[in-house]
């Protein structure tokens, strides 16, 4: 992750009542049955409500302000059926002066929501960054210690769940705390602002005072490249998340799903459905929830594709689309997933070019004309065409005689 209605089955219940019955699935939304009705005609919301899974995205708060770009707004309402804000829910964000809330571009998000019969999902409440300047400039001087440094994660949690208590469905409680092989120490370990500070302790304590805030509310472990298993060794970074949260269930720690972001690139080759789901799998049977939280498929801008060859871009997209397809094929062999959100839709407001220093784009499902590309239709295709109405089982064939 970079700076970047319908009514769930149980949800009356406890979120961990929720997560020990595994009834997590959030009810069909009214529509017209899509077997009568041509799948290209439908969005991806109307196509996910069959299975009911949530189709979410990122959303940019000025672009869904901008007056002048209604379309941006048009297809975040009728496109999706979650969303996610792509950074005003972040501290540096909420609370820029300590002590101050910022609380409105994200109340905008949830009132949006609200009125377009949309679920939320709040991001985030513990990264390494996107932190405030008083906050880590304080830690770096001596003027926060790393005692008061627990106390302040703790209250700023518990008001941030607190204030929008009941209007969260699922909560990216900590994001991104372990490493990665190419890391130094290459053995996968907790990394970053927080373990360094307070040890890997802060995670599950990040989980207890989220839910002591807020008892309904799904709360997941985000992180990326833990599409797939690897070889279980110390440098697989799936099996570590695996036995962390393995852990976690074990303890009594109040964790409900895990997130696997999703941000893939065309240049290191493609996932295949089969593997993406046996990791869901792995996950599931531990009786937690999953999600894909941030899908995008990024490919390198070489001379040829700025230049708009055909024959350099439509490899790409083909790539991108078998990427975004076999996350979602995943998720759909799997009832515990309960949505797949893209990070963000359209390649106008990807941050993928500034991340990259223009190196890489072509990320999203949508060009920056808003015209959809394969990755689109392709997931439309994924949605329509799985399991009943559309597929029936063979009807065996007499031999002739």
């Not at 595994?22 to 899509?34: D, G, N, Q, R, T």
């Not at 500070?197 to 302790?201: F, P, R, Y």
């Not at 459905?273 to 009786?287: E, M, Y």
């Not at 106008?348 to 070019?353: A, G, L």
């Given at each position: 992750?970079?700076?970047?209605?319908?009514?769930?089955i149980?949800?009356?219940?406890?979120?961990?009542?929720?997560?020990?019955t595994?009834?997590?699935?959030?009810?069909?939304?009214?529509?017209?049955?899509?077997a009568t009705v041509?799948?290209?005609?439908?969005?991806?919301?109307q196509?996910?409500?069959?299975?009911?899974l949530?189709?979410?995205?990122a959303?940019?708060?000025?672009?869904?302000?901008?007056?002048?770009d209604?379309?941006?707004?048009?297809?975040v309402?009728?496109?999706f059926?979650?969303?996610?804000?792509?950074?005003?829910?972040?501290?540096?964000?909420?609370?820029p002066?300590?002590?101050t809330?910022?609380?409105?571009?994200?109340d905008?998000?949830?009132?949006?929501?609200?009125a377009?019969?949309?679920?939320?999902?709040?991001?985030v409440?513990?990264?390494?960054n996107q932190?405030?300047?008083?906050?880590?400039?304080?830690?770096?001087?001596g003027?926060?210690t790393?005692d008061e440094?627990?106390?302040?994660?703790?209250?700023?949690?518990?008001d941030v769940?607190s204030?929008?208590?009941?209007?969260?469905?699922?909560?990216?409680?900590?994001?991104?705390?372990?490493?990665?092989?190419?890391?130094?120490?290459?053995?996968?370990?907790?990394?970053?602002?927080?373990?360094e500070?307070?040890?890997?302790?802060y995670?599950?304590?990040?989980?207890?005072?989220?839910?002591?805030?807020?008892?309904?509310?799904?709360?997941?472990y985000?992180?990326?490249?833990i599409?797939?298993?690897?070889?279980?060794?110390?440098?697989?970074?799936?099996a570590f998340?695996?036995?962390?949260?393995?852990?976690?269930?074990?303890?009594?720690?109040?964790?409900?799903g895990?997130?696997s972001?999703?941000?893939?690139?065309?240049?290191?080759?493609?996932?295949d459905?089969?593997?993406?789901?046996?990791?869901?799998?792995?996950?599931?049977?531990?009786?937690l929830a999953?999600?894909?939280?941030?899908?995008?498929?990024?490919?390198?801008?070489?001379?040829?594709?700025?230049?708009?060859?055909?024959?350099?871009?439509?490899?790409?997209?083909?790539?991108?689309?078998?990427n975004?397809?076999?996350?979602?094929?995943?998720?759909?062999?799997?009832?515990?997933?309960?949505?797949?959100?893209?990070?963000g839709?359209?390649d106008?407001?990807?941050?993928?070019?500034n991340?990259?220093?223009?190196?890489?784009?072509?990320?999203?499902?949508?060009?920056?004309?808003?015209?959809?590309?394969?990755?689109?239709?392709t997931?439309?295709?994924?949605?329509?065409?799985?399991?009943a109405?559309?597929?029936?089982?063979?009807i065996?064939?007499?031999?002739?005689?």
């Open positions: 992750m970079k700076p970047k209605q319908l009514i769930a149980g949800a009356i219940a406890t979120a961990a009542t929720i997560t020990a595994l009834v997590l699935s959030p009810a069909a939304e009214s529509h017209k049955s899509v041509d799948p290209a005609s439908q969005t991806l919301r196509l996910g409500a069959r299975h009911g949530y189709l979410g995205t959303v940019d708060m000025a672009a869904l302000a901008d007056a002048d209604p379309q941006y707004r048009d297809i309402a009728s496109e059926s979650t969303v996610t804000a792509e950074n005003v829910m972040k501290w540096e964000t909420l609370e002066t300590r002590g809330y910022n609380w409105g571009p994200a905008e998000l949830v009132d949006f929501a609200r377009n019969r949309q679920r939320v999902r709040g991001h409440l513990v990264w390494q932190l405030p300047g008083w906050l880590t400039e304080g830690v770096a001087d003027t926060i790393n440094l627990r106390d302040l994660l703790k209250k700023h949690i518990t769940v204030h929008f208590k009941g209007k969260i469905w699922q909560w990216d409680v900590v994001n991104e705390a372990v490493s990665d092989p190419w890391d130094t120490p290459s053995t996968i370990h907790y990394k970053g602002f927080w373990a500070h307070l040890g890997s302790e995670v599950a304590d990040a989980f207890r005072w989220a839910r002591d805030a807020d008892r309904n509310a799904l709360l997941f985000n992180d990326y490249n599409e797939a298993f690897g070889d279980g060794s110390a440098t697989d970074k799936t998340v695996y036995e962390m949260v393995k852990q976690f269930r074990a303890d009594g720690v109040p964790i409900d895990v997130g972001q999703g941000h893939l690139g065309t240049q290191y080759g493609n996932y459905a089969l593997q993406v789901s046996a990791a869901l799998k792995r996950f599931t049977d531990l009786k999953t999600a894909f939280t941030e899908v995008d498929v990024r490919s390198e801008l070489t001379d040829a594709v700025v230049d708009g060859s055909s024959s350099e871009i439509n490899p790409r997209l083909q790539a991108s689309a078998a975004y397809s076999a996350l979602l094929q995943a998720c759909l062999s799997n009832r515990h997933c309960l949505s797949f959100t893209v990070w839709f359209t106008k407001y990807s941050w993928i070019p991340w990259s220093d223009g190196q890489e784009g072509l990320a999203n499902i949508y060009d920056e004309d808003y015209q959809p590309k394969r990755a689109y239709n997931m439309r295709a994924d949605l329509a065409f799985s399991g109405p559309y597929v029936q089982p063979r065996p064939q007499r031999p002739r005689r």
